[in-house]
């Protein structure tokens, strides 16, 4: 691992620690030019997972599109970034089972999206809902607020 700072092409490991639930490691390095420490993150590489979109059209799966997607529901909402990439994690997983030959749509993802949402923040997900299913009235927002009162 070259150092970002120095650009030293070695450095060694001073500590290593699993993080989301043990799907992730992360290791603290030291270049062994400059002394300098960074950390180094390391996880397995699920995704190559192809989106199937609306139109048909196949696009390679983008973790910073849910990323961006989450962020705009959770505007302004108590929630941390820690538990954000918990629930990326938890999303990228149930998307990793559902994928069928490496495929999956984005309908399919949505709904994932809005099932792990469900049970995390009602407001988030009312946000994303609004969204995703294309409210056009007061009537599609009357809807999913009648799904929590059951």
């Given at each position: 691992?070259?150092?970002?700072?120095?650009?030293?092409?070695?450095?060694?490991?001073?500590?290593?620690?699993?993080?989301?639930?043990?799907?992730?490691?992360?290791?603290?390095?030291?270049?062994?030019?400059?002394?300098?420490?960074?950390?180094?993150?390391?996880?397995?590489?699920?995704?190559?997972?192809?989106?199937?979109?609306?139109?048909g059209s196949h696009q390679p799966y983008?973790r910073k599109k849910i990323e961006t997607?989450?962020?705009?529901?959770?505007?302004?909402?108590?929630?941390?970034?820690?538990?954000?990439?918990?629930?990326?994690?938890?999303?990228?997983?149930?998307?990793?089972?559902?994928?069928?030959?490496?495929?999956i749509a984005s309908r399919d993802i949505?709904?994932?999206?809005?099932?792990?949402?469900?049970?995390?923040?009602?407001?988030?997900?009312?946000?994303?809902?609004?969204?995703?299913?294309?409210?056009?009235?007061?009537?599609?927002?009357?809807?999913?607020?009648?799904?929590?009162?059951?």
């Amino acid at each position: 691992m070259r150092c970002p700072f120095c650009n030293h092409p070695e450095s060694k490991v001073t500590d290593s620690r699993e993080t989301l639930e043990g799907r992730v490691i992360r290791r603290r390095r030291e270049c062994l030019s400059c002394q300098a420490r960074f950390s180094t993150y390391e996880q397995a590489e699920l995704f190559r997972v192809s989106v199937v979109k609306k139109d048909g059209s196949h696009q390679p799966y983008d973790r910073k599109k849910i990323e961006t997607g989450l962020r705009k529901a959770f505007e302004k909402r108590p929630f941390d970034q820690g538990r954000m990439e918990k629930l990326i994690g938890a999303i990228e997983y149930t998307v990793a089972e559902k994928a069928k030959k490496n495929q999956i749509a984005s309908r399919d993802i949505g709904t994932i999206i809005l099932d792990k949402l469900k049970d995390v923040d009602e407001v988030a997900y009312i946000r994303f809902a609004s969204v995703y299913q294309s409210f056009g009235s007061a009537r599609g927002f009357r809807r999913v607020l009648e799904k929590f009162d059951q």
